[in-house]
Nanobody, 123 residues
Framework: QVQLVESGGGSVQAGGSLRLSCVWS????????MGWFRQVPGKEREGVAV???????TVADSVKGRFAISKDTAKNTLYLQMNSLKPEDTAMYYC?????????????????WGQGTQVTVSS
C-alpha cells in the first residue's frame, strides 16, 4: 500500500511559479512509476508529467518547457516545479503511483492517488 500526500498548491498570478510536493509512504520503494495529473470540473483528468523508477521523465506537450518533474528518494518526495503559469493551468493537481510495467501519461494504470492540491492562476 502506498500513501500519497500533496502540498504546495495555491493562488498565483499568470507568469508566476509554484512547486508542488508529494510525500509518499510505503514499506519499500522499488519500481514505482510516479506522476502528476490535473483535473478541472467537468473535464477528463490530464496527465501532466511522470517519472519512472529509472528517472526517465515524460512531460505533456501543454506544459513542456514550463513544468518539470523530479523526485528525491531520500526524502520520499515527488516534486512538480511549475513556472510561467497560465490561467489554463488552473486545476486540482493529483500525485499518483503504480508499479506495473510502463510509465506514461495515461491515468488508467495508476493504483494510488493523493487527495489533490488546488492550483489557481489568475490573469
Amino acid at each position: 500500500q502506498v500513501q500519497l500526500v500533496e502540498s504546495g498548491g495555491g493562488s498565483v498570478q499568470a507568469g508566476g511559479s509554484l512547486r508542488l510536493s508529494c510525500v509518499w509512504s510505503t514499506y519499500t520503494y522499488s519500481g514505482y512509476c510516479m506522476g502528476w495529473f490535473r483535473q478541472v470540473p467537468g473535464k477528463e483528468r490530464e496527465g501532466v508529467a511522470v517519472v519512472d523508477h529509472d528517472d526517465t521523465t515524460t512531460v505533456a506537450d501543454s506544459v513542456k518547457g514550463r513544468f518539470a518533474i523530479s523526485k528525491d528518494t531520500a526524502k520520499n518526495t515527488l516534486y512538480l516545479q511549475m513556472n510561467s503559469l497560465k490561467p489554463e493551468d488552473t486545476a486540482m493537481y493529483y500525485c499518483a503511483a503504480h508499479s506495473h510495467w510502463g510509465c506514461d501519461l495515461g491515468d488508467a494504470a495508476y493504483d494510488y492517488w493523493g487527495q489533490g492540491t488546488q492550483v489557481t492562476v489568475s490573469s
